[in-house]
C-alpha cells in the first residue's frame, strides 16, 4: 500500500506540472517546472527510505486527475489555489509535530507558497511586472468557485432534509411534505441569494471607494507611491536597490501600479471585484436549490414512510458525494470524509424528525 506522504509529493509533483504545461509566461512556467522537480525530489527519497518502487511516482491519484480535468474546464488557476492549500497544512503540520515533540525548528517547515516566492525573488531575469502578476494569480486562487459550489450544495442538501424530516416526523409523510420541502427550497434559496446580493454589493461599493482614493494617490503623488512600492518589495525580502529598480518599472504603468497597490496596501483583487452582485445572488440560488431538492423528489412520486425512506436514500448518497467532493480540497481519505458528512447529515435529520414525531404525536391527542 502507498505511503500517504509519497502519495501528497507525487500528486503536488504532477500537477506542478501541469501548471507549467500550461502556463503562457515562460519565468513562471519555469518557477512551476522547478516545483515539480522539488517535489518529484521528495517523493523519490520517501520511496528509497521505505524501499517503494520507483515505478509508483508515475501514478498520480484519482484526485491530482480529477483537479487537471477542473483546471482544463474551468482554468488551471483553480489547481494552483487547491496546491497552496495543501502546502500550508504540510507546513503547518511539520511545524506543530516539531514543537509537540521539542524538536529544533531549522527553518526548512515553510511551506513551498514560500518557496515559489524565493524562487521568483532570486531569479535574475524577474521584472517588476511579472512578480506583480505572479502575485495578483497567488490571491485571485484564494476564493475558489468549486469549493463554494460543494459547501452550498451542501448547505441546501442538510437545510431541506432536516426541514422534510421534521415534517415527515409530524405527519407520517403522509401530509404536507413536498408542499413543506418546495418551500423550503425556495426560502432558502432566496435567502442565500439575498445575502450574497448583498454582500457582494456592499463589499464591491467599499472597496471601489478605496481603490478610487489609491488612484488618486498615484496621480497627485507618483514618487511618494513608487517609494511605496519599493518597501513593499523590501518587506518582502528583496535587495534595496533591486526593490528601487522594480518600483521604478512598474510605476511607469500607472494601471498596472494601482493594481499591485491595491493588492499589497488594502488586499484587494481587482479581478474579483468585475462579477455583478446578480450574478453571484443568481449562482448562489442555483447552487443552494440543487442540493435543495435531492430530499424533495421522492415525495413528486411517492408518499408516507416509503417516500420518507427513499428520500433518505437519496440524501445520504448526496451527502457521501459531497463530502468526497470536500476531498478535492483537504485531501483527506474519501471514504471518511463522504461517510462522516452522512454521519452528520443523518443525525441532523433523526433529530428533526424526532422532534416532529414528538410534536405530531402531541397534537393528534
Keep these: 500500500m502507498k505511503n500517504k506522504n509519497i502519495q501528497t509529493e507525487i500528486d503536488t509533483c504532477y500537477l506542478y506540472q501541469v501548471l507549467a504545461d500550461n502556463e503562457q509566461d515562460p519565468l ?3 518557477v512551476f517546472k522547478r516545483m515539480s522537480e522539488i ?7 520517501l520511496c528509497k527510505k521505505l524501499q517503494i518502487h520507483p515505478s509508483e511516482l508515475n501514478k498520480p491519484s484519482w484526485r491530482a486527475k480529477t483537479l487537471h480535468t477542473i483546471g482544463k474546464i474551468f482554468g488551471y488557476d483553480y489547481i494552483l489555489g487547491v496546491l497552496m492549500d495543501t502546502e500550508k497544512s504540510i507546513s503547518t503540520n511539520i511545524l506543530s509535530a516539531k514543537k509537540k515533540n521539542k524538536q529544533e525548528l531549522t527553518g526548512n517547515e515553510i511551506n513551498h507558497v514560500k518557496i515559489l516566492r524565493s524562487i521568483l525573488d532570486t531569479e535574475g531575469k524577474i521584472s517588476g511586472k511579472q512578480l506583480s502578476k505572479f502575485e495578483s494569480r497567488h490571491r485571485s486562487v484564494g476564493g475558489n468557485a468549486i469549493r463554494a459550489a460543494v459547501l452550498g450544495g451542501n448547505d441546501g442538501l442538510v437545510s431541506n432534509f432536516s426541514l422534510i424530516m421534521g415534517i415527515a416526523g409530524a405527519t407520517s409523510g403522509n401530509t404536507g411534505v413536498l408542499l413543506a ?53 523590501m518587506a518582502k525580502g528583496i535587495p534595496e536597490g533591486q526593490a528601487h ?14 493594481q499591485f497597490l491595491i493588492q499589497e496596501e488594502l ?21 443552494f436549490a440543487i442540493g435543495a431538492v435531492i430530499p424533495v423528489i421522492p415525495f413528486f412520486f411517492l408518499s408516507g414512510m416509503t417516500a420518507v425512506a427513499v428520500s433518505v ?7 457521501f458525494l459531497i463530502g468526497a467532493a470536500i476531498t478535492l480540497f483537504t485531501g483527506k481519505n474519501v ?27 402531541s397534537m393528534a391527542g
Excluded: C
Excluded at 182 to 188: D, E, F, T, V, Y
Excluded at 203 to 230: F, H, R, V, W
Excluded at 245 to 258: N, R
Design 28 to 30: 513562471v512556467s519555469d
Design 39 to 45: 517535489e518529484r525530489g521528495h517523493a523519490e527519497s
Design 181 to 233: 420541502g418546495l418551500a423550503g427550497l425556495l426560502a432558502g434559496a432566496l435567502s442565500m441569494a439575498l445575502g450574497e446580493w448583498i454582500s457582494v454589493k456592499s463589499s464591491k461599493e467599499l472597496y471601489e471607494n478605496q481603490m478610487d482614493l489609491e488612484q488618486e494617490e498615484l496621480e497627485t503623488n507618483p514618487e511618494g507611491e513608487q517609494q511605496e512600492i519599493a518597501l513593499i518589495y
Design 245 to 258: 529598480e522594480m518600483a521604478a518599472e512598474i510605476i511607469k504603468d500607472k494601471t498596472l501600479a494601482h
Design 267 to 287: 488586499g484587494i483583487n481587482a479581478e474579483e471585484l468585475k462579477g455583478s452582485a446578480m450574478e453571484a445572488a443568481l449562482y448562489s440560488f442555483v447552487l
Design 313 to 319: 436514500g437519496a440524501s445520504a448518497t448526496g451527502l
Design 335 to 361: 471514504w471518511y470524509s463522504g461517510f462522516r458528512q452522512v454521519i452528520f447529515g443523518l443525525a441532523a435529520a433523526a433529530l428533526t424528525f424526532g422532534i416532529g414525531k414528538i410534536i405530531g404525536v
